[in-house]
Nanobody, 129 residues
Framework: QVQLAESGGGSVQAGSSLRLSCVAS????????MGWFRQAPGKEREGVAT???????RYARSVQGRFTISRDNDKKILSLQMRSLKPEDTAMYYC???????????????????????WGQGSQVTVSS
């Protein structure tokens, strides 16, 4: 059984930084694709950043250059460093892991989310102007 637990969200002013962490428990392997999603009220879940099994990172165009994703396979920690935050970054952020890759910048819903292997409970990020 794998569980993902996020932490590090909060309410900040535009231009601030936050760091999200996701700690994995259970037998989660380095072969899983991991990443971050976000979901604003009334919208579908958006892929924000991914890190492949070989360490390749990909970002949604909206966060490119401001967000940095990293993973520590030994400690089973996935992180998302967010800089120069904007009000449009306000959302619930989810850590996720799956045996198949997915694309940042795409929106996902319905059965795609249900079939996804592992989700964290979410961490709220609120950015005020």
């Amino acid at each position: 059984q794998v569980q993902l637990a996020e932490s590090g969200g909060g309410s900040v002013q535009a231009g601030s930084s936050l760091r999200l962490s996701c700690v994995a428990s259970g037998s989660i392997g380095s072969e899983l694709y991991m990443g971050w999603f976000r979901q604003a009220p009334g919208k579908e879940r958006e892929g924000v950043a991914t890190i492949d099994t070989d360490g390749t990172t990909r970002y949604a165009r909206s966060v490119q250059g401001r967000f940095t994703i990293s993973r520590d396979n030994d400690k089973k920690i996935l992180s998302l460093q967010m800089r120069s935050l904007k009000p449009e970054d306000t959302a619930m952020y989810y850590c996720g892991a799956d045996s198949h890759p997915w694309s940042p910048g795409e929106e996902y819903g319905g059965s795609w989310l249900e079939d996804f292997d592992y989700w964290g409970q979410g961490s709220q990020v609120t950015v005020s102007s």
